[in-house]
């Protein structure tokens, strides 16, 4: 792209990359595509870009060459990328008045490309037990209710979790709950709540004929949500507080209804609740989110594959609002 706008997408031959020290060059064989991509090709979401810019943060592939100094991965390993390639462990750089968003595919170059030369500590190892379609749909969407679950709630057996709607998030979420012996409430919209059933959600809603909070009540007898994936932001945020268990964690995770929220402030503060704001995570958490796919053997779900040329296509079909990820394979 030269230019903001998805009529400038344009494929282009360029020249192979080649790593510099402490790079490694890896063939792209799947990138998995999120709602935030799509934006960014649409209006920039105010990130400086720079260009000619390429699309896209969540890529897997396989090592063809390495630079000076890299010991972290040899030629022909299988990795995936890092959605936030400087956040290691611990908390996020940036400060108070300046938080920092330096993701790929943004901030960074993306990751829609045959090849790609970045640093190796981009990179983690890919998941044994997965394809690179499926690998792909781990480093945002998969890394992001992970962290949020385990690193953040610490999620555990018997625990209530509410997750909101069908998305890439949403459906990790009622995966990564049921490993950890969660009991699951999945509100969406009609068409897709069989499916939630069969990834394992116990209960759903019908977000569009039933009253979230009061459903949430009754199926957990008034005592609430010990977890809630909240995907929708602006007043929403409202809803997920009415229905939080006393010492429950929110996890505001997506804006669809905006990046304005508002809440009741008071059962805020009687229930105890903690509000955690959710950006993806770092590796470390990506890392054992690997070890944890391999071990449960979780299987991500994947609603249609693109070949590159057919971008527009997916993102289409992005718009529609899938169930499962959204994957580009590279031939």
């Known amino acids: ?52 810019f390429t699309p896209g943060s969540d890529m897997a592939g396989t090592v063809v060459a390495v630079g000076k100094d890299v010991d972290r991965f040899k030629v022909g390993e299988p990795v995936i990328s890092t959605f936030t390639p400087d956040w290691i462990d611990g908390t996020r750089s940036g400060n108070a ?58 999620v555990k057996a018997g625990d209530i979790v509410l ?20 009991n699951v409430i999945v509100s969406g919209s009609a068409s897709k709540l069989a499916c939630a059933q069969a990834l394992g959600a116990d209960h759903v809603i019908d977000r569009h004929n039933e009253d979230l909070v009061e459903t949430v009540l009754r199926i957990t007898r008034d ?36 990046f304005e929220v508002s ?24 890392e054992k989110l690997v070890r944890a796919i391999d071990h449960a053997k979780i299987k991500p779900v994947i609603d249609q594959r693109y070949p590159l040329e057919d971008l527009p296509a997916a993102l289409d079909r992005l718009d529609q609002g899938p169930f499962g990820k959204i994957v580009i394979e590279m031939l």
């Open 97 to 154: 008045r300046t938080p920092s968003y330096k993701t790929l595919g943004g901030y960074y170059p993306g990751v829609l490309a045959q090849y790609v030369a970045f640093p190796a500590d981009w990179f983690v190892a890919a998941p044994a037990s997965l394809d690179h379609a499926q690998a792909s749909t781990l480093p945002c969407a998969g890394l992001t209710a992970w962290f949020a679950l385990t690193c953040r709630g610490c």
């Open 263 to 286: 809440s009741p402030l008071m059962p805020i503060l009687m229930k105890d609740l903690t509000l955690h704001g959710i950006g993806t995570g770092h590796r470390l958490a990506l």
């Open 223 to 258: 005592y609430g949500a010990d977890h809630v994936l909240e995907l929708v932001g602006g007043s929403h945020l409202g809803r997920a507080v009415e229905l939080a268990a006393v010492g429950g964690h929110i996890y505001q995770i997506g804006a669809l209804q905006g």
């Open 163 to 182: 997750v909101e709607g069908t998305g890439g998030v949403a459906l990790f979420g009622i995966q990564i709950a049921k490993l950890h012996g969660a």
């Open 1 to 52: 792209m030269d230019e903001i706008g998805r009529q400038f997408l344009e494929l282009r031959d360029v020249p192979v990359p080649q790593p510099a020290r402490g790079e490694v060059l890896v063939k792209v064989k799947a990138v998995s595509l999120n709602y935030r991509d799509k934006m960014v090709m649409e209006n920039g979401r105010g990130l400086p870009l720079s260009f000619p």
